[in-house]
């Protein structure tokens, strides 16, 4: 619901500096991660420092997304900059399913030739890896629930944690068995589980930029409300629509018996509006029975 949002605030500073750590660790791992998967031969390896190294990147443009966000509003952007932060989602949401398909090239084409890889510089880098997962999530995790943006970002070091246990267990298994086939087996679950995420997350932003009504409430149930407000005798031209993940607004034309009544009533179903669906900004036109648009 576009109005729940409001209870997870981070001080902006706070938050930014919390990004720029969560950056800073990223990209030192993905090096270790990248450099490793080279000298041990583990494309699940080098497949978990690429998806890192966009996570490091994701988290960028959330940083740049956030900044950009807290712009007041002005004569070229009316409604302020909130969706800087939704058109970020939008590029790192698209990076990822690149990234997940190339993986699962990768590692189909391995699977008919498994690598040598040794095993315990994987099971090393990978424990490294989750380390740092785990750091990250801790740095992000209240933001997440106020942006999908940065929710994005935390889902995704969510998701490299679970990586990570399972590159673990794979570089045990090869240390243990030699058992390599388990390398391509583990980058293609990898490449999955990106696809599911990115894939789940992407049609709530798709659906904010094409302004679409957000989830709850929905266009009928804003309609009837309106209908239901006293001195209203029809409702429609009702356009409902999020500005950004955090505020939605409406516009609707409501017919009246009377008209030089209008005033109040478009105040009583403004308060409505505020009152029951958290919706603050709403663009309400009063017309007389038969005297309106077609």
């Known amino acids: 619901m576009p109005h729940d949002h409001h209870h997870?605030?981070?001080?902006?500073?706070?938050?930014?500096?919390?990004?720029?750590?969560?950056?800073?660790?990223?990209?030192?791992l993905t090096v270790a991660q990248f450099v490793g998967g080279l000298l041990s031969g583990s494309i699940a390896l080098i497949a978990?420092?690429?998806?890192?190294?966009?996570?490091?990147?994701?988290?960028?443009?959330a940083?740049?997304?956030?900044?950009?966000?807290?712009?007041?509003?002005?004569?070229?952007?009316t409604f302020g900059y909130g969706r800087a932060e939704v058109v970020a989602a939008l590029v790192n949401?698209?990076?990822?399913?690149?990234?997940?398909?190339?993986?699962?090239?990768?590692?189909?084409?391995?699977?008919?030739a498994p690598p040598q890889v040794d095993g315990w510089i994987v099971v090393i880098l990978a424990a490294l890896a989750l380390v740092v997962d785990v750091v990250t999530v801790l740095?992000?995790?209240?933001?997440?629930?106020?942006?999908?943006?940065?929710?994005a970002a935390y889902l995704h070091n969510l998701a490299d944690a679970l990586g990570s246990v399972a590159v673990i267990v794979a570089g045990t298994l090869i240390i243990l068995y030699d058992w390599r086939l388990v390398d391509p087996i583990v980058t293609?679950?990898?490449?999955?589980?990106?696809?599911?995420?990115?894939?789940?997350?992407l049609p709530p932003v798709i659906r904010l930029l094409m302004l679409g009504a957000p989830g709850t409430p929905d266009t009928e149930e804003v309609r009837k409300a309106l209908s239901g407000v006293a001195g209203v005798?029809?409702?429609?031209?009702?356009?409902?629509?999020?500005?950004?993940?955090?505020?939605?607004?409406?516009?609707?034309?409501?017919?009246?018996?009377?008209?030089?009544?209008?005033?109040?009533?478009?105040?009583?179903?403004?308060?409505?509006?505020?009152?029951?669906?958290?919706?603050?900004?709403?663009?309400?036109?009063?017309?007389?029975?038969?005297?309106?648009?077609?």
């Open 93 to 112: 949401l698209t990076t990822l399913i690149v990234i997940g398909l190339y993986l699962i090239y990768e590692g189909i084409e391995r699977l008919f």
């Open 48 to 61: 978990d420092a690429i998806h890192n190294l966009s996570d490091a990147l994701s988290l960028v443009i």
């Open 188 to 201: 293609l679950l990898i490449a999955g589980y990106i696809l599911w995420h990115a894939g789940s997350e």
């Open 63 to 77: 940083f740049a997304a956030r900044r950009i966000a807290r712009r007041p509003a002005d004569d070229t952007m």
């Open 233 to 294: 005798e029809d409702v429609h031209h009702v356009h409902l629509w999020q500005i950004d993940e955090s505020r939605a607004s409406v516009e609707a034309h409501l017919v009246v018996c009377d008209v030089s009544s209008g005033p109040e009533i478009c105040a009583r179903a403004k308060l409505l509006l505020q009152d029951r669906f958290g919706i603050p900004h709403s663009t309400l036109e009063v017309e007389a029975q038969g005297g309106g648009c077609a």
């Open 139 to 151: 740095l992000t995790v209240r933001m997440a629930k106020g942006s999908m943006n940065i929710r």
């Open 8 to 28: 997870h605030h981070v001080d902006p500073d706070a938050g930014d500096a919390r990004v720029a750590w969560a950056v800073g660790v990223n990209l030192a």
